[in-house]
Nanobody
């Protein structure tokens, strides 16, 4: 059974940093897309960063470029989302998701429906 577990959320002052972790277990294939979505109350879930663990490709939403960095561990079952220069508008539930059908030539800007396994999310709150 595949499980996706996030950690690292919390409350931070604007300008601060947080590092989120996403661990996938029960899924043996190392190459896959692992994306971070965020969802604020009353808003749609949006992809903020995605990475293909079998290569070097990454995707970032324009709103987080230059501030967030997604990276994998060597085993391919953990990804990190380093979030710097956080803003109050970053406040949301951050949710990790896995798309095992993603390959080396797949577009990394992918809709939520392409992701198969989802975590429960970790709350990020940025106060001014």
């Amino acid at each position: 059974q595949v499980q996706v577990v996030e950690s690292g959320g919390g409350s931070v002052q604007a300008g601060g940093s947080l590092r989120l972790s996403c661990v996938v277990s029960g899924y043996a294939h190392p190459d896959k897309c692992m994306g971070w979505f965020r969802q604020a109350p009353g808003k749609e879930r949006e992809l903020v960063a995605n990475i293909y663990t079998g290569g070097s490709g990454t995707y970032y939403d324009d709103s987080v470029k230059g501030r967030f960095t997604i990276s994998p561990d060597n085993g391919g079952n953990t990804t990190y989302l380093q979030m710097n220069s956080l803003k109050p508008e970053d406040t949301a539930m951050f949710i990790c998701a896995v798309d095992y059908r993603c390959g080396p030539y797949s577009p990394l800007r992918r809709p939520a429906r392409e992701f198969v396994y989802w975590g429960q999310g970790t709350q990020v709150t940025v106060f001014s």
